[in-house]
């Protein structure tokens, strides 16, 4: 099938469209009923009625935005109508719930007249904390956006309109610092004079672009004096006008800096490209055909051309969901009365101090093979980078503050955590412990040193503050990865082939001359990162080692366990994952290491994730499970479980809530742990699962992960007398700052 075949069997699925509503309080009992509704919803109405301002404490409206249109300039459709209009509003919904969770309802309203839709909009104050207008023609859209802005006591924004002028204007920013222009000498030629190119000219004003050295033009030609003075203009063009001559696109461009496109496609050929000043920046954002081809507009030049356009599948896509999401959100946070220009102007300078940091594998790997790394060919980030979210959102919520429009202060830092937890629990409680790490960093060797995620990763944790990282490798080749890369660190590096590191060979040789290793050999083994940095933490040189992510787990796990060893009264190691679900947190032993766990080894796995859990402010219920409930089966299997049990209740060091043998389900669930085993240690579904063997471990957590939708976090390598921890090889550079990030915290404790 074809696309239009595709985009209409995936509306036509039952349930039909692209959102819903869902409820998020318990909805179970009769109890929860009469909460919801009567009679207990007429508390909540009390308070409201004697002050308005509760209605963002008790109702849904803190987060709420109405999507309106009357369908009068819907994408490249024009005038469909408000019910044809339909499902993009509700794909615009789809876009503020995915990238900000900011919930939605979308108003289609069947009225042409600017003052009867202002009236409707207005009147609907009360249930919305904001209000994005959509695919509203011009010029009408001018005028309906002023009023209701002038109007209503929340946020209105046209994204049409501002949209564009604020991810265009965060592109320009980078493009005028790579060409080395500046935006008070910089010319800019327009095609186009609808509503989006209005509002962007004059967003480039509000970024320091002069009004005179911007010159506009339509389908009639420039925008100029003379057509000013025969009323062919808007006062809203009309300021673009004075002072300039008559003539065409072709005379509008010729010299200029820059190329802002938002007209149709096929405008502008190689010669007018040709004509342009040095180095040209050319914005051509006409869709699906932008003005000139992204392929055209480079072979015209032998000089750099910056190219962007509205386009997926060309380098610096021009696209409005980098805005919209995240404006709302800071506005939102802070309850500010309107959108304002040092909010929008805060959006773009976050944007384009974004696209200069280093860009997440997960966002490389959603990308394929296009180049993300600061330059011509990527100058804004991308929509899918979920750092939009924590940069932009914070500087508009500060601009609105700033500028005394917001009616709830907010903490930089709690805002944060606030919008980690709104993109998912893992994230939630990852902030926990990187805010704990900052508190008081450490020094953390790195294997594999060399590596380019290594390099990221040591990067960003000095830019994090999380670690004092050290980069265990060859030093030429990390610091030409560096330099390649752009990143702005400098971390320690040390070599172990540099020279023969005595003093280390003497410390290997002493640990292991009783289990055969000579002198000779230990001087070897040495200067392999895995055992250098592993007598690099013995020593007291860093406070945490990560190792293995080019090795196979067992063989990255063999050094440390040679050299380190376990911790003072304990005999066994344990690999523990913590997975995240939308509202629960579940850790889960052991998964790496321990083949088929005594029932000694089980209560000792227990005891080492309940404290990992601590760690994360959780407070561990313990279940070990089986296929056995309490004794409902008899047989060895089922016996260990029960014995390690015992053994912790026995154990007064131990002070968890700890029970079992006991079924996955009877562990999780909570109607069956204490409707059907209520004499259970448990007050509540387990948030540690300590697995009977190695296989069900390592099956169950996948199983969890993958139907489940988990984020993990692992694996955690619990019982060793120092910081160390095993990197699985394929894990990203998130993945490594995280597992470095629990490193530190449990060094912090040591």
Do not use: W
């Amino acid at each position: 099938m074809g696309l239009d075949e595709d985009a209409l069997a995936y509306h036509e699925r039952k349930p039909s469209g692209k959102i819903e509503i869902a409820t998020t309080k318990p909805t179970n009992t009769q109890r929860d009923l009469s909460l919801a509704y009567s009679p207990g919803v007429a508390a909540p109405c009390r308070k409201i009625a004697d002050d308005e301002d509760d209605a963002f404490r008790y109702t849904a409206k803190e987060n709420l935005v109405g999507v309106v249109s009357n369908g009068s300039a819907v994408l490249g459709l024009g005038d469909i109508g408000a019910q044809a209009s339909k499902p993009v509003m509700e794909g615009k919904g789809v876009l503020f719930k995915r990238f900000a969770d900011i919930d939605v309802f979308d108003i289609e309203l069947n009225e042409s007249d600017v003052n009867a839709f202002v009236q409707n909009v207005a009147a609907m104050e009360p249930t919305f904390g904001g209000i994005n207008l959509e695919d509203i023609a011009a010029p009408e859209c001018f005028e309906i956006e002023r009023r209701l802005a002038e109007t209503m006591d929340i946020p209105v924004f046209h994204d049409d309109q501002h949209g564009t002028a604020i991810i265009s204007g965060a592109a320009l920013l980078n493009a005028v610092e790579l060409t080395g222009k500046t935006l008070e000498d910089l010319t800019i030629a327009f095609s186009g004079a609808g509503a989006a190119a209005v509002a962007c000219a004059e967003f480039y004003v509000s970024l320091g672009v002069p009004e005179t050295n911007i010159t506009m033009s339509d389908i009639n030609g420039i925008l100029s004096k003379n057509r000013a003075q025969a009323d062919d203009l808007t006062s809203r063009t009309e300021p673009f006008a004075e002072g300039v001559e008559d003539g065409d696109l072709a005379d509008a461009m010729s010299g200029t800096d820059v190329f802002i496109g938002l007209s149709v496609g096929g405008v502008v050929d190689q010669e007018m490209i040709q004509s342009m000043a040095d180095d040209p920046i050319v914005f051509a954002m006409a869709n699906p055909d932008p003005e000139i081809s992204y392929e055209s507009a480079k072979e015209a030049r032998d000089d750099t051309v910056i190219m962007a356009t509205g386009r997926s599948d060309y380098p610096n896509m021009v696209n409005n969901v980098l805005g919209f999401p995240f404006l709302f959100r800071g506005a939102l946070d802070v309850r500010a009365t309107e959108i304002n220009e040092d909010m929008k102007v805060a959006a773009a300078e976050a944007l384009a101090e974004l696209a200069k940091q280093d860009v997440p594998d997960q966002v490389r790997d959603a990308y394929g093979d296009q180049p993300l790394r600061f330059g011509s060919e990527y100058i804004i980030p991308k929509p899918l980078d979920p750092r939009v979210l924590f940069e932009v959102a914070p500087a508009v919520a500060q601009a609105a503050i700033d500028s005394g429009i917001a009616r709830h202060d907010i903490d930089p830092v709690e805002h944060r955590e606030h919008l980690e937890a709104r993109l998912g629990k893992s994230r939630e409680m990852m902030r926990i412990v990187l805010n704990k790490a900052q508190s008081e960093p450490k020094r953390v060797a790195l294997g594999d040193g060399a590596d380019e995620k290594m390099v990221r990763a040591a990067a960003q944790m000095q830019e994090e503050g999380i670690a004092e990282p050290v980069l265990v490798g060859d030093e030429d080749q990390i610091e030409a990865t560096i330099a390649d890369l752009a990143l702005d660190a400098d971390p320690n590096i040390v070599n172990p082939e540099d020279s023969e590191h005595t003093e280390y060979a003497d410390k290997l040789h002493d640990i292991r001359k009783r289990n055969g290793v000579t002198r000779q050999e230990a001087a070897e083994l040495v200067r392999k990162p895995e055992y250098f940095g592993s007598v690099m933490l013995e020593e007291g040189d860093a406070d945490v080692f990560l190792t293995g992510l080019t090795h196979h787990y067992p063989n990255a796990l063999r050094p440390p366990l040679e050299v380190i060893g376990t911790a003072p009264d304990t005999d066994y190691v344990a690999g523990v994952y913590m997975l995240a679900f939308q509202n629960r947190v579940v850790f889960c032993a052991d998964a790496t290491v321990n083949l088929n766990p005594s029932a000694d080894e089980l209560a000792e796995i227990t005891r080492h994730v309940a404290a990992l859990a601590r760690r994360f402010d959780v407070e561990p219920r313990a279940a070990l499970l089986s296929y056995s409930d309490f004794g409902s089966v008899q047989t060895p299997g089922s016996a260990k479980p029960r014995e390690a049990v015992s053994m912790l209740h026995d154990d007064p060091r131990f002070d968890c809530q700890v029970d079992g043998e006991m079924q996955a389900d009877t562990a999780v669930v909570d109607e069956i742990l204490n409707n059907t085993y209520g004499f259970s240690e448990l007050d509540g579904p387990a948030n540690c699962l300590v697995f009977p063997n190695l296989e069900a471990g390592n099956i169950g957590y996948k199983l969890l992960q993958r139907l489940g939708g988990a984020d993990t976090i692992g694996p955690v390598l619990v019982g060793m007398n120092k910081p160390v921890h095993v990197i699985q090889r394929g894990d990203d550079v998130e993945d490594i700052v995280n597992l470095a990030s629990v490193a530190v915290v449990e060094a912090q404790e040591k």
